[in-house]
């Protein structure tokens, strides 16, 4: 990309902001709206029911779940430490935290998988019920962002750490934009683990 | 195109700097805006010629119900009668093309992209590549959309607007590839290709106009166009992904057999739904208005923005109230979002909820006049010049102003009850969308052509282009008030079953003839367009209308990073020099 385009790697002085993160800003409002109407379902699918579970616990794995609440904070926490590192001109602890992260990040979709099988044994599928239609759509769709993250921080910590030798500041705030999104996959979870499995 | 040259005074690192790229770099995956911009114009043109053929087949069946379509019909049906299925699936698709497809990838994917980082002096969007994937994510879903054509029970087939039941239930298809493979499904895969295509552009727009400014061009002398396509991407930004939410909704209700919009006990040419029911249609309503009551100001916004760099150039004088008009725009931004139920009053909300949308929809009038008054105000007592751009610009004007102030009795229950799913919609958003945005559009092209190519479109054809236009435009959609105040429902086969559509038929013969005739009166628009890029008269300087915007500092066409010198803005876009000429932006007072 050219540096004819200012702002890539310092913030602007009326923002304060660089370029990618008033874009990534900008991203995760939209993704607030997604997940606004998601929500909103939620509230319309189970106050006009007919049959709904009494609480999400009845029928969801509420261990497992917690389990996963466990991994996604502790993984907002690796990314912000290698964040961290990168700021302490730490490229080793950058990729050792961001390892984490990553690993973490599978950690929650081998334990949703193992919910979504175990569903599917026992003949619960989206179209048994609207509970199962809102619970498989929101855990899913929040999966793909998980997978969005997954592939993205794989890309960072791999080719894309090259861009450190010659880009330090741009690189971090790559990270940092990174730290964001992620931030923000698992602040949906926890709006989602006690609106679908606890209430 | 832009026939850069590459050779750039000032040494940087660009990735490709200094050599010339290959033709498919420099072409077709290109992350250079303008040839992006060109990119989207040109398919958006493309879809807006194919979603109004559809319409003009459809016109025939209208006007002359049941009678074969002459010379082509046969392509079509056996008999050469346009058949009912067909013509729902080329309604739909008609309404949906034109929107999502034709207008807004012109509006804001290429108007937006060419002429944002140019009138805030930047070389480049914020974000090449991503500019470049969000042409090609509109180019993929805009090919879905086409395929579902060739399914084989054809197209969406539901209204622009999907509704379910009717839309999971139509045309479903067997199993899960099955039901893929469908019209109504191919649909909403096309359009979560397409919302993310606009929130790639939107967040891209955004961050340009904001970060990427020159010196001296703070945020209250952005030009009306740049302020308008920054309240369109924010609109875009917010109000789409609800609609993806939907529309994942719907495809699962079509394909994964849930219930998210299908109620419990429907029954479907006779048998019980095979699905567990449960689910609720009004929320798809709820989810797609609240996108497609901002999407109306998605398309009307940045034709605003277009008109009122015309007629400022046009009436060489400062516009009228500017800081009033931006204001007017952002607070009708906003309110776009509180207004949505309007489109459903009619399914049985209560007194309060429709007492809360009445009162906003009246509100959210408000600053739209405003917008209309500004611009009228600047006319008042100037010497116009009146170009081919302007005369399109101030026909926007009324054109704009009967699409909006039809909009109130429609806002208001007593007489929406009375108006509703009629053809005075069609009337009153139509006058919106085509002889109000499709104008502005039009408009656009003539004033920034001499930008684009370093040539001007020729005079006399624009002339016929716009006066055989503006009166056959007319003759389409006027009549359509009258229709729906006699009380014809929209979306009908053959309103001639019943008698007052019968009685209302002459109507309908005047309507397609305008139609037909607003379709020869394009060919000298298109003929202009393709023949002016070669042969068209020169523009003399790189200013030509003497505008005062920062994108005619650069030369015609631009070259490959816009500016070769350093550009600065000294004043707000629309003002007076000392001796109370217009000057512009870049230059310095002596
Ligand atoms: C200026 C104030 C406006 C008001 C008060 C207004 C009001 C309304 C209302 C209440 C309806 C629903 C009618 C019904 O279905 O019974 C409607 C429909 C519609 N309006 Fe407007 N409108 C305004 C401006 C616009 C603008 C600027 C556009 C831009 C294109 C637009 C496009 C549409 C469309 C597309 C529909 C039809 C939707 C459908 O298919 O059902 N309107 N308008
Ligand atoms: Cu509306």
């Known amino acids: 990309m050219s540096a004819l385009i200012p702002y890539i790697d310092e913030p602007h002085p009326v923002t304060g902001v660089t370029n990618a993160k008033l874009g990534m800003w900008l991203f995760l409002a939209s993704e607030v709206m997604l997940f606004g109407a998601l929500f909103s379902t939620l509230i319309i699918m189970r106050t006009s029911a007919t049959d709904w579970p009494a609480h999400g616990s009845d029928v969801l794995n509420v261990p497992l779940a917690t389990l996963n609440t466990v991994f996604l904070i502790t993984s907002s926490v690796t990314i912000v430490l290698s964040w961290a590192a990168l700021k302490m001109k730490d490229l080793k602890k950058f990729k050792f935290n961001m390892g984490l992260t990553i690993l973490l990040s599978f950690g929650f979709l081998v334990i949703k998988y193992i919910e979504y099988t175990s569903k599917f044994h026992h003949g619960h599928f989206p179209s048994t019920s609207t509970f199962y239609a809102v619970y498989f759509t929101l855990t899913g769709l929040h999966g793909l962002h998980v997978i969005g993250g997954i592939i993205t921080n794989l890309y960072l910590i791999g080719p894309g750490s090259k861009m450190w030798e010659k880009e330090p500041e741009r690189f971090t705030g790559r990270i940092e934009c990174a730290g964001l999104y992620w931030h923000f996959v698992d602040l949906v979870w926890i709006f989602l683990f006690p609106a679908l499995y606890l209430l | ?590």
């Open chain 2, 1 to 590: 195109m832009s026939h850069d040259s590459h050779n750039h005074s000032h040494g940087h690192d660009h990735s490709h700097g200094g050599h010339e790229l290959p033709f498919w770099r420099k072409y077709i995956f290109s992350t250079d805006h303008k040839v992006i911009g060109l990119q989207y114009g040109i398919t958006a043109v493309f879809f807006l010629l194919f979603g109004f053929s559809l319409m003009l087949l459809m016109r025939w069946q209208l006007a002359f119900p049941k009678q074969a379509i002459p010379l082509i019909g046969k392509l079509f049906t056996e008999d050469g009668v346009l058949s009912p299925e067909l013509y729902n699936q080329f309604g739909a698709m008609h309404g949906t093309i034109m929107v999502f497809l034709g207008v807004v990838p012109l509006a804001v994917g290429a108007f937006g992209n060419y002429l944002v980082p140019l009138q805030v002096g930047a070389h480049d969007m914020a974000f090449p590549k991503l500019n470049m994937m969000s042409y090609w994510v509109y180019f993929v879903g805009g090919i879905v959309m086409l395929l579902s054509f060739m399914t084989p029970t054809g197209a969406a087939a539901s209204g622009w607007t999907s509704y379910p039941p009717l839309s999971v239930v139509n045309g479903p298809g067997e199993g899960f590839w099955g039901g893929l493979f469908t019209g109504q499904s191919m649909w909403l895969l096309g359009m979560v290709f397409l919302i993310t295509s606009s929130l790639l552009g939107s967040v891209n727009t955004i961050v340009t106009a904001i970060q990427l400014r020159v010196k001296g061009l703070s945020f209250m002398r952005w030009p009306v166009l740049v302020w308008a396509q920054v309240t369109t991407a924010f609109l875009l930004l917010l109000a789409f992904p609800p609609l993806e939410a939907a529309g994942i909704m719907q495809l699962m209700d079509r394909v994964g057999g849930t219930s998210f919009f299908m109620p419990s006990g429907l029954v479907v040419s006779g048998e019980a739904w095979k699905a567990s029911g449960g689910g609720n249609p009004i929320l798809w309503q709820h989810l797609f208005w609240f996108l497609a009551h901002p999407e109306v100001y998605v398309l009307i916004l940045p034709a605003v923005g277009i008109v009122g760099e015309i007629i400022a150039v046009n009436t060489k004088k400062p516009l009228y109230g500017y800081k009033t008009l931006v204001y007017s725009m952002l607070f009708l931004g906003f309110m776009s979002f509180i207004v949505w139920a309007h489109h459903m009053f009619m399914t049985g909300m209560g007194v309060t909820m429709s007492t809360f949308f009445q009162a906003t929809t009246m509100i959210i009038s408000v600053p739209s006049v405003i917008i209309l008054t500004t611009y009228l105000l600047t006319l008042w007592g100037a010497s116009i010049r009146y170009t081919v751009p302007m005369l399109f610009a101030t026909a926007f004007l009324p054109m704009f102003a009967i699409g909006g102030l039809t909009g109130l009795p429609l806002g208001l229950t007593a007489s929406d009850i009375h108006l509703h799913d009629t053809y005075y919609v069609i009337g009153h958003f139509h006058y919106v969308v085509a002889p109000g945005t499709l104008f502005a559009l039009m408009a656009g092209v003539y004033h920034w052509y001499p930008k684009i190519s370093g040539r001007f479109m020729s005079d006399t054809l624009g002339k016929i282009h716009f006066w055989l236009s503006v009166i056959a435009i007319n003759g389409v959609f006027m009549p359509m008030f009258f229709m729906g105040m006699a009380g014809v429902s929209r979306r009908l086969y053959d309103q001639t079953v019943y008698a007052h559509g019968l009685a209302a038929q002459p109507l309908n013969v005047i309507m397609s003839v305008s139609a037909w005739i607003l379709a020869i009166a394009q060919l000298p628009f298109l003929y202009n367009m393709a023949t002016s890029w070669k042969w068209g008269k020169k523009a003399e300087s790189n200013n030509p209308w003497g505008a005062t915007t920062l994108e005619w500092a650069a030369s015609s066409p631009p070259p490959h990073e816009n500016f070769t010198t350093p550009v600065e803005v000294y004043r707000a876009p629309y003002e007076y020099s000392s001796n109370k000429k217009l000057l512009p932006q870049f230059v310095q007072e002596a």
